[in-house]
């Protein structure tokens, strides 16, 4: 009767699609994801792979567009002979280690501070930490050569670690703050009903349960300052306290008309493959830090 009625009055029933077509459907979409995955992986990765396979070349040879590398390991041979390259290295897993360090030791306890206790000016504290993060180095760069001539660390590894905790310290701060307000308060009052301090609750009950979101953090911090570029430039002279992107800067060839592409690019090898070894040993920790707190309980 509704059909006749529906026929009779000039309006046609909507054709159900087939199962069929809804799986064709699924099927493009999935083959657009794996092309746009695809796409992105060749975009972020290439430039790493053209890296080495120049890194490999020498001569003429690298400029030929050859996509497979020559396997020519001289320059990665002459950086390890070389000395200062070598000290470069040392003197930049030294200020990023040691700037990681503090700034999670300094980090969580502002978090804490931040993220549980209150306090009327926590709000502005939060909002000061943040601008303080984004401010460019160029704005404080003539402070800070003030302040490290002023405490005498001018041309040392150790002005690096006080300059790099202006940006490191502010970041951790606002991300761990973020982690820490994700836990239950329950956890601390029934701490606090057995005599805990907050000391102790920081120490004993949150941090066994921060290992995912630490670890996510001292990375993305030991990357800050594994690659800084601008204060490590201004604050050392000598060689043998200089750090990697200095010292990659400032790789020279055998004369003025010569750039040292193929050096260049081995050392940038080099230098990225502790990062890449830190990732790969702490992923699963970065990958539950990164997702933490994405969906409640």
């Not at 994700?182 to 805990?196: K, T």
């Not at 000598?238 to 260049?264: C, H, K, M, W």
């Amino acid at each position: 009767m509704a059909d006749a009625t529906m026929q009779g009055s000039g309006i046609q029933k909507p054709q159900r699609k087939s199962s069929s077509y809804y799986r064709m459907r699924r099927r493009c979409v999935r083959a657009l994801q794996i092309v746009a995955l695809l796409f992105v992986l060749f975009y972020t990765l290439f430039p790493y792979y053209w890296a080495f396979v120049s890194s490999t070349k020498q001569g003429a040879a690298l400029y030929h567009s050859a996509l497979l590398p020559a396997f020519d390991f001289t320059y990665y041979r002459q950086l390890i002979d070389n000395p200062v390259f070598m000290r470069s290295l040392l003197n930049s897993v030294y200020v990023a280690t040691t700037t990681t360090f503090l700034s999670l030791i300094i980090g969580l306890s502002a978090a804490y501070a931040l993220g549980r206790i209150d306090f009327p000016q926590r709000r502005a504290m939060l909002m000061i930490v943040l601008m303080v993060s984004i401010f460019p180095q160029v704005v404080v760069l003539s402070g800070m050569f003030e302040l490290i001539n002023w405490f005498g660390l001018f041309n040392r590894p150790s002005a690096l670690v006080l300059t790099y905790l202006l940006s490191t310290v502010p970041f951790t701060t606002w991300i761990l703050t973020t982690f820490i307000r994700e836990f239950p308060r329950e956890l601390e009052e029934a701490a606090i009903i057995d005599g805990c301090s907050h000391f102790r609750i920081l120490m004993k009950i949150l941090l066994p349960l921060m290992g995912p979101s630490l670890a996510s953090t001292g990375i993305l911090a030991f990357i800050l300052a594994w690659n800084e570029f601008l204060f490590a430039l201004t604050f050392t002279l000598t060689d043998e306290n200089r750090t990697v992107p200095v010292a990659i800067g400032l790789i020279a060839g055998t004369s003025r008309f010569e750039y040292p592409f193929g050096q260049i690019m081995a050392a940038s090898v080099t230098v990225t493959l502790p990062l890449i070894i830190v990732v790969l040993f702490f992923q699963r920790r970065i990958v539950a830090g990164l997702t933490a707190g994405a969906v409640k309980g």
